[in-house]
């Protein structure tokens, strides 16, 4: 197995309290940078104590992730990570300009000399709103964006582009991936379509913000469909995203993760107003197991203990941890943890990293 | 898509295309024609005269006129024509029939190899070519079967002036000469004619647009009727400046 440490960028100061677009009312400028700041420390750390990868997602009008073109994050990261691999998870190519997508790609991929992961989401409902797409268009956009990338990145003659929602009279671009054919491509696979689609277009498959028991399924899904289209995903075709706090003992892990949930406060979400959220969805945003995946997102309170059974938290000592990943390995299949750094930021974030590093990747490697 | 090969059809089974016949080089050459403005000749495929949403939105914009090449269709076998110069000097003369002095010419498949053809007979006539997915380098695919009589007539001529398996050297001699700008268009889909032919152009051709044609096969006229009808218009419309958009982007001016 192996691990990615995400880089969430979340903006740790004070918000005012609001459904998203969420203003900057209340904003500190000195907190945004040291949001980046202690994000490339985590990530230099990272790096040195063996995390396979290190990831950026792209949100927008958002603090809980400030990384709205994790492009720019990734480019720092070049100069501070220096072996694992780079992976925007993703660039939500609907909502972008394709062939800028292809092009920010290349570039990071030559800058690392071929390390980097490209995810192609469709981003969280609400970003359709960030760059004025219509949500049902969504799926069709993505489809045919993710064509005109890999043709952008392979096609060694300028041509141009007649889509249906694209259209270009000439593409060449520079510089090329270094990998051949191109950065393995991962997409986000909640629903029954995504899965068929990443089956049938032979991509990697992420489960984010989801739960054991869904993933589990989903990836079920993924896999059947793959080998109808006549291949056998590997665990490294899957990513699962958690979040992960590892302590010297199940006590002292359990003592800290409580008391940074007693000082979360509101305003970290997607929550959309409730008429915004019904018009994105009456617009076909969501696929066939749409009323079960908007309860999950929105269920965020509970337990630790729930979290960790649900599969939405890795948390312990580093023999319990590694028990609860051993679970996930089995159940979804998942090969790649992409892991959120906790709680909060600050030492006990860069110890637990530390600890991972040392005593749960080397034992999660042979699983 | 309404087939003109079957029996007499009223105009409005052609979209709006009047079906009429020239004399040309000793073949009655039948033609469908709509629109005005600029001419756009447009060669079919191995498969025969057919009138698609594609041809219609053209002939919005222009003065389309499809040829059904002699051999094809209703027209009697055709045992004349021995190479594809013979049967482009036969389609210049139907264009000389017709009056038109200097044109655009489209090809779909084999028909853009004939339309090829043409512009090099007669490079001063022919203002730009537009490729459809068109039959110039060999895919290596078997041709489509002789189901019917039509078909089996239509192969016959087919396998006498294509040629043989390999690529031709003379046409790709030709088509380095060529100074017609040419629009080569491949649907991403299309098994029979890959985009990667596109490549091929590029080198062949000097001065060629490859346009790939998303989510189509290689029927790109019934797959993708607007994308394919306003890429040939705006080729069409400014061979030369093709690359520069023009259209208006403001949106509420």
Redesign the interface.
């Known amino acids: 197995m192996k691990a990615a440490l995400f880089a969430t960028c979340s903006y740790p100061g004070e918000v005012a309290p609001s459904n998203w677009p969420i203003p900057v009312t209340v904003y500190s400028a000195e907190t945004a940078e040291r949001t980046f700041a202690t994000a490339l420390e985590q990530c230099r750390l990272a790096d040195e104590v063996g995390f396979d990868w290190i990831s950026a997602a792209e949100h927008h009008y958002a603090p809980f992730c400030i990384t709205p073109n994790p492009m720019v994050f990734a480019g720092a990261l070049t100069q501070v990570v220096k072996r694992a691999k780079i992976a925007l998870l993703g660039a939500d190519i609907p909502i972008q300009n394709p062939v800028r997508v292809a092009e920010e790609f290349a570039m990071l991929d030559t800058m690392t000399g071929g390390r980097i992961v490209a995810g192609m989401l469709r981003g969280t409902p609400n970003e359709y709103i960030t760059y004025n797409v219509n949500p049902s268009e969504s799926r069709a956009r993505f489809a045919e964006a993710l064509t005109l990338i890999r043709m952008a990145w392979s096609e060694p003659e300028p041509f141009g582009w007649q889509g249906r929602y694209y259209e270009y009279r000439a593409i060449s671009i520079w510089p090329r991936p270094v990998q051949d054919p191109h950065p393995p491509i991962y997409m986000s696979g909640s629903s029954p379509e995504s899965g068929e689609f990443a089956a049938k277009n032979r991509v990697g498959l992420g489960f984010a913000v989801t739960t054991l028991p869904l993933a589990t399924k989903a990836s079920k899904h993924y896999r059947d469909h793959a080998h109808l289209a006549g291949w056998d995903p590997t665990p490294d075709d899957i990513i699962y995203r958690m979040n992960f706090y590892v302590a010297d003992s199940d006590e002292q892990a359990m003592a800290d993760m409580l008391e940074f949930t007693a000082h979360m406060g509101p305003g970290r979400t997607l929550q959309l107003e409730r008429q915004t959220e019904s018009a994105i969805a009456g617009a076909g945003y969501y696929g066939r197991d749409a009323e079960q995946r908007m309860r999950t997102t929105s269920a965020r309170a509970g337990d630790i203990q729930a979290h960790i059974d649900n599969g939405t938290l890795l948390v312990g000592s580093p023999k319990s941890v590694i028990e609860q990943i051993r679970r996930i390995r089995e159940e979804v299949g998942a090969g790649i943890l992409d892991l959120i750094p906790g709680p909060a930021n600050g030492e006990r974030a860069l110890a637990s990293i530390a600890r991972f590093g040392a005593e749960v990747l080397p034992a999660i490697r042979a699983m | 898509m309404a087939s003109v090969a079957e029996a007499d059809r009223p105009a409005e089974a052609l979209l709006g295309f009047r079906e009429n016949v020239v004399e040309a080089d000793g073949f009655r050459i039948r033609y469908l024609e709509a629109g005005a403005g600029d001419a756009v000749v447009m060669l079919h495929s191995a498969i025969g005269l057919y009138v698609t949403e594609a041809h219609r939105l053209l002939s919005a914009k222009h003065r389309v006129i499809l040829f059904e090449v002699p051999g094809f269709g209703r027209s009697p076998a055709n045992e004349r024509s021995q190479t594809m110069p013979d049967l482009a000097r036969t389609m210049l003369a139907a264009t000389d029939a017709l009056g038109l002095k200097r044109f655009n010419v489209t090809g779909h498949s084999f028909g853009g190899r004939l339309a090829l053809w043409m512009a090099i007979e007669r490079p001063d006539a022919v203002a730009s070519v537009s490729l459809i997915a068109a039959a110039v380098i060999p895919s290596g695919r078997p041709p489509p079967p002789a189901t019917d009589p039509v078909m089996a007539k239509q192969m016959a001529l087919l396998r006498r002036v294509m040629g043989g398996p390999g690529r031709d050297p003379v046409l790709e001699a030709e088509m380095k000469k060529l100074d017609v700008p040419v629009l080569a268009?491949f649907g991403?889909n299309d098994e029979i004619i890959p985009?990667s032919h596109?490549?091929e152009y590029?080198k062949l051709l000097k001065h060629c647009?490859?346009?790939?044609?998303?989510?189509a096969g290689h029927a790109l006229d019934r797959d993708?009727p607007e994308?394919?009808a306003?890429?040939i218009a705006d080729f069409v419309e400014k061979p030369d400046g093709?690359?520069?958009?023009r259209k208006d982007g403001a949106i509420n001016p």
């Open positions: 268009l991403t985009p596109g490549r590029r647009n490859v346009v790939m044609i998303y989510d993708r994308a394919l306003s890429v093709f690359l520069v958009n």
